[in-house]
């Protein structure tokens, strides 16, 4: 992806990002790589926040995603409950993840048909792969879409 291309695609996604956050009770909405950097966010979100959200997600999805070699399978979608929020992490593309937090009076059911309704274009339109933009470099992993 060229950087035109790839801003491009982050305007996107923040796009469609902040659509999500505008369902009732969702505070947030960040897309990361799976190494833990951001790679989209809603525009409210600030990138001081963003980067600690990513690099924590990350990890959490590391650990669903180990949890899964027990017979689980490949990682698609892992929730957290916390005392004042949910998290909900949706994989997109391999080494891609979509991070959503969201309040108690926020509906479960509406935030997740929309965050899977939405998931395939975003994978079709980042299709990151952890860290391929580097100089010289011919890119990193391959793999089926929604799975990390």
């Not at 590391?62 to 949706?90: H, P, W």
């Not at 059911?109 to 391929?132: F, G």
Request: proline share 2%; glycine share 10%; aromatic share 4%.
């Amino acid at each position: 992806m060229t950087t035109s291309t790839n801003h491009q695609a982050q305007m996107k996604a923040s796009w469609i990002l902040d659509d999500i956050k505008g369902l009732k009770g969702v505070t947030w909405a960040v897309v990361l790589s799976g190494d833990g950097l951001v790679v989209a966010r809603c525009n409210d979100l600030d990138r001081d926040t963003a980067d600690p959200i990513a690099a924590a997600a990350a990890g959490y999805a590391s650990v669903a995603k180990a949890l899964g070699q027990f017979g689980g399978g490949a990682l698609r979608q892992c929730m957290a409950e916390y005392d004042n929020a949910m998290i909900m992490a949706t994989a997109l593309a391999e080494n891609s993840l979509m991070v959503v937090q969201y309040t108690h009076d926020g509906d479960v059911e509406v935030i997740t048909n929309k965050v899977m309704s939405v998931a395939p274009n975003l994978a079709q339109e980042l299709a990151s792969k952890a860290r391929t933009e580097m100089p010289g470099g011919t890119g990193l992993g391959s793999g089926a879409a929604g799975q990390l």
